[in-house]
């Protein structure tokens, strides 16, 4: 229990590095939506955050995982692989910006924003310093520094916010639009410059025959993989823009439909919050302890603790979309009914990406590849199919099943090559019995808000104390057998 409460601990910090500045940016989300762009505008920029995402994964060349994989290993050189990766980085990120900067022009007709080159050029320096600057933050993760990781990102958004109420507030200009929100990230971001300033002049370009081919053929896959797996989370928001039927939702546009799309979108990333903050602490973890005979239970416990943790996220998400949905305009509120579908999904998302230490410890990293293959090859026929009938709501449940679907593949797979004791029928009958008590509770729709609160703080209360019996029960029976 000791390492379980150490990862805990880590992922509580590193949550401060990431939860608390993507919840602090989620507080800009009711400013965007229901003070200053409609549905249509936030369509747009919701579509260009989409591409934005693809295109990170391209420019970090899958550098964090494989320097993690690197420089755990017996007698690595830290430094000689950090700027080996790192070389890799910036080499990447100077060819794609810099063909994103010199051809601005065409590029912004071509995604719908004509005339607004500027927005090309602040996005592919975005990029740019974010890619640059997620091997030193991987690095402060390898030597546990979350209090530092957690300063460094907390500014940052401060930065963020702070300016975006300056820009959306105080100098709005119309004709820019939606571009303020760039160029605040743009500013902000520029800060990890200055954050890692002491690491970027100390950095010297290294090309080791045998170690930079090495890590370049660890790292390709997951690029591939996480391509792949962006392409099941976003994807939908890009292809609704393309294959919802014109007319499907009266009186609205396919853009108006992405915005209100995409703003749903973010109640449902409250849960991904608390994945990627446990991802930031496990991926380090996971690695540090392969070499353990243990790891294999400790790493189903892991899992187990996860899946609880993230059915009350969702309970709590769930229940109470009667009062967040007042964070935005009411033209969004139409799209509430794919949160719960989301957040089950996010849900799928960080088992399977629990189970992915299999073929992560193992350097079977194409296995990880096929399965994001299949998983995006269903997502885009599901969407194509589901789109047209059942438009985002069916968008919404192709990503649940699609996740589902990884996850249970992943977790076959990985029995074969690196057996785990993951608890299948307990997970599952929490994931089950959460998703029904939602259902059962969101039949009745409180007109008294407050009271609403009140009865769903009560119900999640009461299904917290049944689980605290349930693993209380099961730890002292797991004692005793053990003492045995």
Known sequence: ????????????????????????????????????????????????????????????????????????????????????????????????????????????????????????????????????????????????????FAIYRIANIAVVIGLNLYFLFVIYDP?????????????????????????????????????????LSYSYPVVLTGLLGTTNEFFSRISLEKWLPEGFY??????????????????????????????????????????????????????????????????????NMDILKYLTGKDYWEGMVVVVPLLLGYLFFGIYYNMTVWYKLTDKTIYGTYISVGGAALTIALNFIFIPMYGYLGSAWVTTFVYFAMTVICYLLGQKFYPIPYRVFSDGLYIIATMMLVYVVNLYEFTNLIMGAVVHTGIILAWLGVVYLIEGNRYILNSKNNSQ
Request: aromatic share 16%; hydrophobic share 50%.
């Open 250 to 319: 009266p009186g609205r546009s396919s853009a108006f439909a992405v915005g209100v799309f995409g703003a749903a979108y973010r109640f449902a990333v409250l849960m991904n919050l608390a994945v990627m903050a446990y991802r930031m602490a496990a991926e380090p973890f996971f690695f540090s302890n392969s070499s353990d005979k243990e790891s294999p239970q400790l790493f189903a416990r892991l899992n187990h603790y996860f899946v609880i943790v993230c059915c009350f996220i969702l309970l709590g998400i769930a229940i």
């Open 1 to 148: 229990m000791t390492k379980i409460k150490k990862l805990a601990g880590d992922t509580i910090l590193y949550g401060l590095g990431n939860i608390v500045p993507r919840f602090l940016n989620f507080l800009l989300f009711p400013i965007h939506t229901k003070f200053r762009f409609d549905p249509d505008e936030f369509g747009q920029f919701t579509y260009l955050m989409s591409l934005v995402a693809f295109m990170n994964i391209i420019y970090s060349f899958g550098m964090e995982t494989t320097f993690f994989r690197y420089a755990t290993k017996p007698g690595a050189d830290q430094k000689k692989i950090f700027n080996a990766g790192l070389t890799v980085v910036i080499a990447v990120g100077i060819v794609l910006s810099g063909s994103l900067i010199l051809l601005s022009g065409p590029i912004a007709g071509w995604l719908g924003v004509k005339g607004h080159s500027d927005f090309i050029i602040w996005l592919a320096a975005i990029m740019f310093i974010d890619n640059i600057s997620s091997l030193p933050f991987s690095r402060l993760r390898l030597e546990r520094k979350p209090i530092r």
């Open 175 to 215: 004709s820019i639009g939606i571009g303020y929100v760039f160029l605040a990230m743009l500013i902000a971001n520029s800060m990890y410059l200055l954050f890692f300033f002491k690491t970027f002049i100390q950095w010297r370009p290294v090309y080791d025959r045998e170690i930079t081919s090495s890590m």
